[in-house]
Nanobody, 122 residues
Framework: QVQLVEFGGGLAQAGGSLRLLCTAS????????MGWYRQVPGKQRELVAT???????TYRDSVKGRFTISRDNAKNTVYLQMNSLKPEDTAVYYC????????????????WGQGTQVTVSS
């Protein structure tokens, strides 16, 4: 009932920048948290950054100072500005959103996007 679509992945050189964005759609009452996770083959998905509806952010240590997460609550959209990219940032990046669905009982949702590949060459 809630769909997430990501845009902006691609190829960048080390030291370069990329910007990801993700838009949520569907029967959304509210979105509490939006975030970005990443995964490389053979490893677990890991948190990159999250942001609450109030603007509180969290980052994994390895991206602090290089990545910036932001969101537009009116558009149900979250952004990830990635600067000073490193080859170790290469991964599939997934968008996540948690909130409540419209309706009588307003159930919670925890939805994922399909993923977008980010490749950083050295």
């Amino acid at each position: 009932q809630v769909q997430l679509v990501e845009f902006g992945g691609g190829l960048a050189q080390a030291g370069g920048s990329l910007r990801l964005l993700c838009t949520a759609s569907g029967s959304i009452l509210s979105i509490n948290s939006m975030g970005w996770y990443r995964q490389v083959p053979g490893k677990q998905r890991e948190l990159v950054a999250t942001i609450t509806s109030g603007g509180t952010t969290t980052y994994r240590d390895s991206v602090k100072g290089r990545f910036t997460i932001s969101r537009d609550n009116a558009k149900n959209t979250v952004y990830l500005q990635m600067n000073s990219l490193k080859p170790e940032d290469t991964a599939v990046y997934y968008c996540n959103a948690k909130g409540r669905i419209s309706g009588t009982y307003t159930p919670r949702f925890d939805s994922w996007g399909q993923g977008t590949q980010v490749t950083v060459s050295s």
